[in-house]
């Protein structure tokens, strides 16, 4: 089934009009609808908390500059959405003082696909690494972030799936196969820190032979001897070899804590990623 309704959201980040411009293309190559969705900021982010009891004019002035930081980001969106998808929805929600995330989440639930953007060190706003984790994590729904600086393919030919056998892995294949049936070639690719013997199966033929039963192409490519800290590097790499112009990856297969702690996949994506991926948890 191909998705019907395509999220997008739209922040305060000068890279806002690529990701936009992304998420259009992606709803007109399946013929879904696409919702701009923009959080105004509350009132503590735009100084309101400093006191209160704010003067009446102070009111004004900041919620002058709320609607006009709102203004500019349908701007935006209407000239990067609207030559592609003349029909595209734009939608403003208002951010709780505490977790501005908490709206996208909540809009996130009626879309198929949600688009957000790569984190980059700038960030300092909701749009920051928290915000995206939390997204990605409460939404239930796949996003797929796109990089910043990159070419974006709304119809990818050539696809990763990173596997590790996971629930979290299991949800993004899934999730994805509407994307990936215009694919030429998906790439199953499982990674181990051991060597591989002639007595081990052959590591992501059970995915591969689901992607074949829906008519997909697909093959396995495992990687060996792989240290832990170097998982994502190896899977960028390996994407780069194939071409790959998306991939696909449970996010979080261990919990957010222990990845932020130890170290994982997921926060090393975040960062590094050099295509779109789609995530789901």
């Known amino acids: ?25 992606l709803a007109r190559v399946h013929s879904a609808n696409l919702t701009g969705v923009y959080v105004k900021p509350g009132t503590t982010m735009m100084g309101m908390g400093l006191d209160p009891m704010p003067d009446a004019q102070i009111v004004v002035e900041i919620q002058d500059k709320i609607d006009a930081l709102a203004g500019r980001a349908e701007n935006d969106f209407k000239q990067c959405a609207e030559p592609v998808l003349p ?26 696909y949600v688009v957000l953007r790569q984190i980059v060190p700038e960030d300092d706003g909701p749009a920051g690494p928290e915000f995206t984790q939390r997204v990605v994590v409460d939404s239930g729904r796949p996003v797929i972030i796109a990089p910043v600086d990159a070419t974006l393919t709304p119809d990818p030919r050539s696809v990763m799936i990173a596997w590790n056998g996971s629930r979290e892995c299991v949800r993004a294949l899934y999730d ?24 081990d199966p052959k590591p992501g033929h059970e995915v591969v032979d689901v992607l074949h ?21 190896a899977l960028l790499s390996a994407a780069d070899e194939v071409h790959a112009e998306m991939i696909v990856m449970g996010a979080y297969s261990r ?27």
């Open 255 to 281: 919990s957010r804590l222990r990845e932020r702690v130890l170290g994982g996949v997921t926060p090393d994506m975040f960062e590094t990623m050099t295509v779109p991926v789609l995530m789901s948890h």
């Open 87 to 112: 029909h595209a929805k734009w939608m403003e929600m208002t951010g709780s003082e505490l977790s501005p995330d908490d709206a996208i989440c909540a809009a996130a639930r009626s879309a198929d």
């Open 176 to 199: 994805a196969l509407p994307l990936l049936i215009g694919a030429e070639m998906v790439t199953v690719v499982s990674v181990y820190s051991g060597k591989w013997t002639n007595e």
């Open 213 to 233: 039963s829906h008519g997909i192409n697909a093959n396995a490519a495992p990687l060996y001897g792989v240290e832990d800290d170097l998982v994502c590097a």
């Open 1 to 25: 089934m191909s998705p019907r309704n395509i999220l997008v959201y739209v922040d305060e980040s000068e890279h806002r009009t690529a990701q936009v411009g992304y998420a259009a293309a």
